[in-house]
């Protein structure tokens, strides 16, 4: 195979142009005559479907967008044993073949972007710039794993000696369980899968219960892309599928996405060794955070307001990479507030579909509600800065709150809540923020916003997240730029979208030859 | 390019025309020896301008020193960046070492806050529009208009976009009462269209309004309109002229779609005087000038909008964007291509008028130069075409130009320390970059060498 043009994301629409927004609508309408999707349960050739649950629309929850199979027990196992048949040609297969099954499925997606993302505007209420971003992401993991595992095949360097040959080789693992979320529905499932079926596993999909029609196109692009029917199942359900996956022999590696509390459980239940299991089950796991964005005196509050809010409250804060802490320096603590307090009252609460919206409704009610129970603490606890006083109903809206004045040992300052919360804390140092960040079980980003280069060095070393941004948001990380992971407790450093990733699918296999005949080097 | 010439004029008699009218503006420029003070600047920017390193911790010094709480707070920002330089000049090491004394400290910060400050004042005519007056008032006496522009930080919240719109008001009800009583300029009150207001104020949407978003311009333009609306107001009543900035491409189309929108509507339909901007590093300005063009053809407004073409501010920013989203460059690359369209657009600009009033915006004196030749020689007066210039950058084109009977406007900005970081920081890269047209000018390249067209 000849060698593939450099890796370049994929750019995201242009919507400052009016002749790209004009396109929005019809896309929409397109979408929307297709609705509710069917999903199946899809086990090579083999597919059911039942409307066992379905996903619905958070901005209009009576509008159902998905009528969803769910997996039953025989059909996980089934999939399972599916996949690792289908390993046995897959991972014969070349990496520049696979390689070229995933860069046509990539290509299938990049033809149905604006459906795609349409898709997602529906299904997760993520506001168009944020779908389509998502869409892009899931094009680049295709395209960057591609590339990624092609090199990977070639091994690594080793020392050689005459009379000796030596080389280091990677190969797949076999099945891999691929449980996904919905914050990211086509991207984080299309990341793990594809960097699974790129090293030549086989997987089986269960996506998070509220984005199933997203995970059922990621499927139909693999296939459409030539990826054979048994090496990628989709095993939608409510929860037990994952963990019957965790638990199953058969699978050596699981790739999850989600929060802690689970990650931890799949991490516990994976480590047993079922009788005749003949491997250590691997888990990589991208898990929550509580990101703090430290903001020093010398910082620019132009750039700095704005990005925290950003950070914050885009997508209803409803990403693993959102800011939910501020830790700034006393000397400009109240300007800040004061001018956060300001841009936050001034977002726009609304339908994920209209342009201008930043915070669409979260996704579901349970989260609605446990946003409004984390709000009413703030109010209890804290005070209450700026804010919104009306949102619109129908649809699960929360209102963007920033929250300052909480006692050290509150649970908005530890909890991730996942929706649009800000907590604001003033320090007397950057020493102390550092402190307090270094105190926190988990690492996964963070911000700082500051002019000098000494202090810039300082909490580099310091900070244990596995993201830091400097003068920057700390959201929208791009596969290949933003390596994306976290460590402590927010997972085992994967960094998605980085040229170590492919490494958690393979096992190396070191062969040496002892190529020396009656004395003779052949 | 020649297409867009009249018929009565041709490229070689222009080129001349050109050629004559520069080597004029050329012999009236002052030398910059005459001003010891001008003098030392120019020192500064060209050992910034041969140093990459030196001009990026000199800039990033620069914008961190509003924020700096102390004098010791600068003097440790200082050393900071230039500690990062693999090699300081001599005088800038020699200012590293003093600053292991704490009162070494205090002395360098204060030093260096102020050679900020003395940089600052270069540009920035004054903290408010009381303390500018009497610059704009020597000016005005000297022969040069000017336009102030308030500087501020980012308007984020309402309160902030309140405070804006409020000094926008005081500035036009100030220098109006002053203006008042400055002597007779025939040369810069009047041309064919009409007369001139003395009082000039630019303003700039995004500090108008918290609201405005790259993929929703609406929300920013109807926010904008309701602060914009009392301003042409107030212009109306006082007669003074209201010229609306151009900012980045992202919002472009809510800033111009505010101003067509506003003054499409009978209120305004015979005043106040508004201006708008056309920036010519933007590769669909062309197609854009032709929608402007159009409105004001078929809207017949009077006095007519007057459009200043400039090159563009955010070159920089533009790229680096573009570049991060993976979107083709909305701007020009290459100098001599931006140069280019800014000559074509003169031209359609100047044939389009009466409908539109045209002022040329630069500091190159081949741009200039074109654009008065071109004037003449399609048969327009010197007194419909209007020069500007920068404060602190165009400053000897400026006393050329009045010395000539030309009328120039020079765009002063009025604001103090923290609020002009941004507009110094980018008027610095502007002067030292490699390619502007004071460097060559500086760096001593022959007159035919800086009127040859690009």
């Known amino acids: 195979m000849t060698n593939l043009p450099p890796f370049v994301n994929e750019p995201v629409l242009e919507l400052r142009r009016s002749a790209v927004r004009s396109r929005l609508a019809g896309a929409l309408q397109a979408l929307d005559s297709q609705l509710p999707f069917t999903v199946p349960v899809m086990i090579a050739g083999h597919q059911r479907t039942d409307p066992d649950f379905v996903s619905t629309d958070p901005g209009h929850p009576d509008s159902v967008v998905a009528q969803v199979a769910a997996a039953r027990e025989a059909e996980v196992d089934e999939a399972v044993r599916t996949a690792a048949r289908g390993v046995q040609s897959w991972s014969r297969v070349s990496a520049a073949e696979r390689a070229q099954a995933l860069l046509r499925a990539a290509a299938w997606l990049r033809e149905r972007r604006l459906d795609l993302a349409a898709l997602e505007v529906r299904e997760c209420a993520k506001p168009w710039p944020e779908a389509d971003a998502d869409v892009c992401e899931a094009i680049d993991f295709l395209e960057y794993y591609a590339r990624g595992a092609v090199e990977l095949e070639g091994g690594r360097p080793l020392i050689q000696i005459p009379g000796e040959r030596n080389d280091l080789r990677y190969f797949p693992r076999g099945v891999t369980a691929v449980i996904s979320p919905w ?27 509220q984005s199933p029609a997203c995970a059922l196109r990621l499927v139909q692009a693999l296939r459409a892309g030539g990826v054979p029917e048994a090496v990628v199942s989709l095993v939608p359900g409510e929860g037990g599928a994952g963990s019957q996956l965790v638990r199953h022999p058969g699978v050596q590696t699981i790739a999850f996405t989600g929060s802690q509390a689970v990650g931890v459980e799949i991490m516990r239940s994976a480590a047993e060794v079922a009788p005749g299991q003949l491997h250590i089950k691997r888990v990589i796991a991208e898990l929550g955070g509580k990101n703090c964005v430290i903001v020093d005196s010398d910082a620019d509050l132009d750039d700095a307001v704005p990005g925290i809010v950003a950070s914050a409250f885009n997508y209803a804060g409803q990403k693993c990479s959102a800011a939910a802490r501020v830790l700034v320096h006393e000397a400009v603590a109240d300007r800040l507030l004061e001018r956060l307090g300001g841009a936050t009252s001034l977002l726009v609460v609304g339908q994920a579909a209209d342009l201008g919206t930043e915070v669409p409704p979260v996704i579901e009610r349970s989260a609605q509600e446990l946003v409004q129970r984390y709000v009413a603490l703030g109010h209890q606890q804290g005070t209450i800065v700026g804010g919104i006083a009306d949102v619109p109903t129908p649809g699960w809206f929360c209102a963007p709150t920033v929250v300052t004045d909480l006692p050290a040992d509150s649970s ?69 730029r933003q390596p994306f992971g976290g460590n402590r407790l927010s997972g085992n450093g994967t960094k998605a979208g980085g040229p170590d990733y492919l490494l958690h699918f393979v096992e190396p296999r070191a062969v040496t030859e002892n190529t020396v005949r009656h004395g003779l080097v052949v | ?90 005088s800038l090491s020699a200012a590293l070492r003093v600053t292991d004394i704490r009162a070494a400290r205090t002395a360098l ?140 491409l992202d919002s472009r189309e809510a800033v111009l779609e505010l101003i067509l929108e506003l003054l499409s509507g009978q209120e305004f339909l015979h005043g106040p005087s508004v201006g708008m901007v056309l920036q010519a590093y933007l590769r669909d300005s062309p197609e854009q000038l032709e929608t402007i063009l159009s409105w004001a053809r078929s809207t017949r407004r009077r006095p007519p909008l007057q459009i200043r073409l400039v090159k563009g501010a955010y070159w920089d920013h533009e790229l680096v964007e573009a570049r991060q989203q993976g979107w083709p460059a909305p701007v020009f690359e290459r100098k001599a291509d931006c140069d280019r369209n800014f000559e074509g657009l003169t031209r359609v600009l100047l044939d389009a008028r009466p409908a539109v009033r045209v002022a040329v915006a630069s500091h190159n004196l081949r741009s200039v130069s074109h654009a008065i030749a071109y004037n003449r020689l399609s048969g327009g007066q010197d007194q419909d075409l209007e020069i500007q210039v920068l404060r602190g950058l165009g400053d000897e084109l400026q006393d050329a130009l009045a010395a000539n009977g030309f009328r120039v406007r020079t765009y002063c900005p009025v604001g103090d320390l923290v609020a002009g970081m941004a507009y110094l920081v980018r008027r610095l890269l502007e002067n030292t970059s490699n390619e502007s047209f004071l460097h060559e000018q500086a760096s001593g390249r022959s007159l035919d060498e800086l009127l040859a067209a690009p």
């Open chain 2, 109 to 248: 910060g204060a030093a260096a806050a102020a050679g900020v400050r003395h940089m600052a004042h270069r540009f920035i005519v004054g903290e408010d529009p009381a303390a500018a007056i009497r610059v704009l008032r020597g000016l005005w006496e000297r022969g040069v208009a000017s336009s102030v522009d308030l500087l501020g930080e980012a308007t984020v919240t309402q309160d902030e976009a309140d405070v804006y719109a409020a000094r926008c008001a005081e500035a036009l009800r100030h220098i109006h009462a002053q203006a008042g009583t400055w002597p007779a300029r025939p040369v810069l009150e009047q041309d064919s269209s009409g007369s001139l207001p003395r009082t000039n104020v630019s303003v700039k949407i995004s500090a108008l309004t918290p609201l405005l978003r790259p993929d929703a311009p609406a929300l920013g333009e109807r926010d904008a309109a309701a602060r914009l609306l009392p301003l042409l107001r107030t212009g109306q009543e006082l007669g003074a002229h209201i010229h609306v900035d151009m900012e980045s």
């Open chain 1, 412 to 480: 908005l300052l530890r909890d991730e809540i996942f929706g649009p919360v800000l907590a604001v804390e003033s320090v007397r140092s950057i020493e102390e923020a550092c402190d307090i960040v270094d105190g926190l079980p988990v690492a996964l980003t963070g911000g700082l916003y500051a002019r000098d280069p000494a202090t810039i060095r300082y909490v580099r070393e310091r900070s244990p997240v596995g993201n830091l941004y400097i003068n920057r948001g700390t959201t929208g990380a791009k596969v290949g």
């Open chain 1, 183 to 209: 914050n990211f529905p086509l991207a984080i499932p299309c990341g793990m899968t594809s960097a699974a079926l790129a090293t030549g596993n086989s997987v089986v999909l269960k996506p998070a219960e």
């Open chain 2, 1 to 90: 390019m020649s297409e867009s010439l009249t018929p009565n004029t041709n490229q070689s008699e222009l080129e001349s025309a050109i050629r004559s009218i520069g080597q004029r503006l050329a012999e009236a420029m002052p030398s910059g020896t005459r001003n010891p003070v001008k003098a030392l600047d120019a020192r500064a920017m060209e050992l910034a301008s041969g140093d990459r390193e030196l001009r990026a911790a000199l800039f990033r010094f620069v914008d961190v020193v509003p924020a700096c709480r102390s004098l010791e707070d600068v003097a440790r920002h200082l050393r900071g960046f230039l500690a990062e330089l693999p090699e300081a000049p001599p």
